[in-house]
Nanobody
Framework: QVQLVESGGGLVQPGGSLRLSCAAS????????IGWFRQAPGKEREGVSG????????TYADSVKGRFTISRDNAKNTVYLQMNSLKPEDTAVYHC??????????????????????????WGQGTQVTVSS
């Protein structure tokens, strides 16, 4: 079965950390760029971070730059999002999505545009992140 599965979400206090995982099954991530997105209740989907298929290029939303780090381990067919110094405004459902090599992820804005246009090939169901004291 071809799918992306996110994990690692949960409830954390402000200033805390979480590491999200995006695991692929049924296909290899070697040929896909990966984007992390989030959506809070009543808000539009926001691009958080993206990484190229070989990990050589990354991009971040200004709101998370310096706090979040995206990485990947293609041997484990998994992409990670390390989230530090979490804030209440980071509360959202986070999900990952995979897009083929012909659609490079240059910025989170182009990443969101590609997602809206339905260009991403696979996406997960999401994991809830709640930052609250």
């Amino acid at each position: 079965q071809v799918q992306l599965v996110e994990s690692g979400g949960g409830l954390v206090q402000p200033g805390g950390s979480l590491r999200l995982s995006c695991a692929a099954s049924g296909f290899t991530l070697d040929y896909y760029h990966i984007g992390w997105f989030r959506q809070a209740p009543g808000k539009e989907r926001e691009g958080v971070s993206g990484i190229s298929n070989n990990g050589g290029s990354t991009t971040y939303a200004d709101s998370v730059k310096g706090r979040f780090t995206i990485s990947r381990d293609n041997a484990k067919n998994t992409v990670y999002l390390q989230m530090n110094s979490l804030k209440p405004e980071d509360t959202a459902v986070y999900h990952c999505a995979a897009v083929g090599l012909l659609t490079p992820i240059t910025t989170v804005h182009t990443m969101c545009a590609s997602y809206t246009e339905g260009i991403f090939d696979y996406w997960g169901q999401g994991t809830q992140v709640t930052v609250s004291s």
